[in-house]
């Protein structure tokens, strides 16, 4: 389809649109041309990313100047597509698109990145598993320096790959066109050119040098954004990591003592550098740099490094007497929290070291690695930890705290203290984004609610909107179980989870749901802890038995790879007939990344409300600052947090206006929480059920599964909820009609506030009084 939204040409790839594709794209060319943010929620399964690549690729090829767009999403999902892969796809068959329309081809380039474990191709690297040791391998072979060993005759081994890159111009190692992965990968593997480094170098080429603030910048899937701005500058230091930056210390300082023997002038050449600042010093790293150290702020960047650890064994005696001081401080016997400040003054009082050298630790560090030529990296992560941390907690002094706890779980019986360096803002991560780009959009099929988002990162937005499905047939079907069929209240809160009742009538509503739907069911419970009694609960009293009769009952746990052999056991089983039950986590990795579309899915069942743990003592602490920062009061954020997961889980069941399925939520305090849901799902809710009891929700149930097997004929949603060429113009002439009238009124609305000012003017002109009547007014005063 070609398009015009006001003066812009949409090219969209599809010869239908929906209605709420159209409106999320005249949303988002308001918030590009206004120059300002958005939060916007499309419904799962209604084309949300294709809608915004059509609209932000047309605004690019329509500008004289091309503004770039930055797109971040889920790097990694299990056993699906990532979420980036899936873009760069949608963008693909765009530009394909637009090519046959146009008649040329378009200067574009299409790129993602991810880590070098997904891309690799050297024959031994590429068979590691864990990501960390293929960085520290990938490093041992590309590094500068081991180049310049190979050079003088030392016996090191070199990447081809990498080293067939160095052949090629830096601004074109790869031809125009859009890659996903696979496309680079396969390219690379014939070209024998390295696609991690293919793909960095041209980001960093064409990219990242030219960043300017009128790019747009997309955060796509971004219901956990600030979880995940959070957790970016929280660290967690355990007795263990103390121990291993300890050795890691050692090590250093005897690398130190060997370099001195061997070129000491690359100590001194380092130590010059640092005297000039961090700049200067950072002019060096490029592709080499490991470490990934926390954003420095511009001042910090101007300073000459502190001399006291200018010094390469200068530094490391001040990280040895940190680490030491960090080891007296966990000898604790009960948990306590303070301030950064607090830290610092106990600090200075106890080891007499200052705050400045602190905030230069971590990038002394990687300056210090860099020099050594050192290629075991990973023998120095615990060592990075502890030099993050001081950077952290030396640079910020609000919106952070930190937590001593003797015991990693509460009631333990040995002790393995840890501090948790937490952070309590989320807006100090994403702050830089906002200050430097116009644009940034932060969209999401299960985002509400959506004023939450702006508040808790610290912008403004423009628009903040949430699309409804237009649907010519009822699709999907929610239902809020509150009680069973005894009429005894269902909910997963503290006081009842653990009542036979509660867990007999949870068990009574998966089995009868097991018995009327076909292929695949997902359930989704508020903690592994409450899954894993409950599954206990329902061996013992047969009703596992029970569901094994119609369904193959699978489960999720904590490691990656079990989940993943369980997620294809389930698949096999919902595609052969025999069906399956899969039994997960909200906050999960399931309910994070994996689609349950059409037979994967028929039902999900969200058995309670999935809360946070609330006597964490992190979370506690976050609720105080935003209480007194941002005036979120603690059962607004609680409730916001658990009602988005459940949502998340809820919108995994749907993938398409051609999908059905049945949305369940089983606890009598969603009958509360309805209007926290996407809007798209609170609108298919009825009064009628929101207060069901297990077989009221099987009849309910059997009804729509009835309707969704009878045949339907796909042009009912012509014009309804699927728009060709002449809907979409009638659409469009109406919102012009609309508009007309709007400014109509609006004028008229002026017109008659004009003449009410003219009238009052006119009336006080007829009481003025002139120079005779106030004479004899006087006079009669007189």
Request: proline share 4%; charged share 30%; net charge negative.
């Amino acid at each position: 389809m070609r398009f015009h939204i006001d003066e812009l040409e949409v090219l969209f790839p599809y010869p239908r649109i929906y209605p709420e594709q159209y409106a999320y794209m005249s949303d988002l060319k308001k918030t590009i041309d206004r120059g300002g943010h958005c939060v916007l929620e499309m419904p799962s399964g209604t084309g949300k990313t294709i809608s915004l690549l059509s609209l932000i690729v047309a605004y690019q090829q329509a500008q004289p100047e091309k503004r770039q767009l930055i797109y971040c999403s889920h790097l990694t999902r299990i056993g699906t597509m990532s979420e980036i892969e899936k873009a760069l796809a949608e963008l693909r068959s765009l530009m394909h698109y637009r090519t046959e329309q146009l008649g040329y081809q378009e200067e574009f380039r299409g790129l993602g990145l991810t880590s070098r474990k997904n891309l690799c191709l050297h024959p031994s690297v590429r068979r590691e598993k864990d990501g960390n040791v293929v960085d520290a391998r990938c490093r041992s072979l590309t590094a500068g320096f081991v180049k310049e060993r190979k050079e003088r005759g030392d016996d090191v081994e070199l990447c081809e790959y990498h080293e067939n890159l160095d052949k090629l111009e830096p601004h074109n190692l790869i031809p125009p066109g859009v890659w996903t992965f696979d496309d680079l990968t396969r390219y690379s593997e014939e070209q024998k050119q390295c696609p991690y480094f293919t793909a960095r170098r041209m980001i960093a080429e064409r990219v990242s040098k030219e960043l300017s603030k009128d790019c747009i910048v997309v955060f796509d899937e971004a219901h956990n954004i600030d979880n995940v701005c959070i957790e970016s500058l929280s660290i967690d230091i355990t007795a263990d990591s103390l121990r291993k930056a300890s050795k890691g210390a050692d090590n250093l300082e005897t690398e130190i003592t060997r370099l001195k023997e061997t070129d000491a002038q690359k100590l001194q050449d380092e130590y010059d550098k640092l005297v000039e600042g961090l700049r200067g010093a950072d002019e060096a790293r490029d592709e080499d740099a490991f470490m990934s150290n926390p954003t420095l702020p511009d001042d910090l960047l101007q300073e000459a490094v502190p001399g006291n650890i200018r010094r390469a064994e200068h530094f490391i005696a001040f990280l040895k007497r940190f680490i030491e001081y960090m080891k007296t401080r966990q000898k604790v016997l009960h948990s306590f929290a303070e301030t950064p400040p607090s830290f610092l003054t106990h600090l200075k009082e106890l080891t007499f070291i200052e705050r400045k050298p602190l905030r230069f630790c971590a990038e002394r560090l990687t300056s210090l690695v860099r020099t050594l030529e050192l290629t075991n990296i990973e023998d120095y992560r615990a060592l990075q930890d502890i030099a993050t941390f001081a950077t952290l907690v030396a640079t910020y002094d609000t919106g952070f705290e930190l937590i001593f706890e003797p015991y990693e779980v509460e009631g333990a019986l040995m002790a393995n203290p840890r501090t948790h360096f937490a952070c309590l803002d989320a807006a100090i991560a994403i702050k830089p984004v906002f200050d430097r780009f116009s644009s940034v959009i932060i969209t999401s099929g299960t985002i509400s609610p959506l004023e939450m988002y702006p508040r808790m990162l610290g912008f403004s937005a423009l628009i903040t909107e949430s699309y409804t499905m237009s649907l010519a047939r009822k699709s999907f079907l929610p239902l809020i179980v509150s009680k069973g069929s005894d009429q005894k209240v269902i909910t997963s809160g503290f006081e009842k989870r653990s009542d036979p009742d509660v867990v007999r009538n949870y068990g009574a509503l998966l089995t009868e749901f097991c018995k009327l739907t076909p292929d695949g069911i997902v359930v989704f419970f508020p903690s592994y802890l409450y899954m894993e009694s409950t599954i206990s609960n329902w061996q013992g009293s047969g009703i596992l038995d029970a569901i094994w009769k119609y369904k193959l009952i699978l489960v999720e746990t904590p490691d990656s790879q079990e989940t993943s052999l369980a997620l294809e056991t389930y698949r096999t089983a919902c595609n052969n007939g025999r069906g399956a039950v899969l039994l997960s986590v909200a906050r999960g990795k399931v309910s994070e990344g994996v689609d349950f579309d059409h037979q994967y899915g028929r039902t999900v069942l969200c058995i309670g409300v999935p809360f946070q743990y609330t006597e964490s003592r992190i979370l506690k602490a976050r609720l105080r600052f935003m209480r007194e920062t941002y005036h979120i009061r603690d059962q607004d954020f609680l409730s916001f947090d658990a009602m988005r997961h459940a949502a998340q889980c809820l919108g995994r069941v749907l993938r398409g206006k051609e999908d059905y399925g049945i949305m369940l939520m089983a606890d009598k305090r969603f009958t509360k929480k309805r209007n926290q849901l996407p809007k798209w799902i609170a609108q298919a809710l009825p009064e009628a059920d929101i207060n069901l009891s297990v077989d009221q929700a099987v009849a309910v149930a059997k009804a729509f599964l009835r309707d969704m097997s009878k045949p339907y004929a796909l042009k009912l949603q012509e014009g309804v909820s699927v728009w060709d060429m002449k809907d979409l113009k009638k659409h469009q002439a109406e919102q012009q009609e609309a508009e007309i009238m709007e400014l109509q009124e609006q004028a008229e609305l002026q017109a008659q506030k004009e003449r009410q000012r003219q009238r009052y003017l006119e009336e006080d002109d007829e009481f003025e009084m002139d120079v005779g009547d106030e004479d004899a007014m006087m006079q009669l005063d007189v």
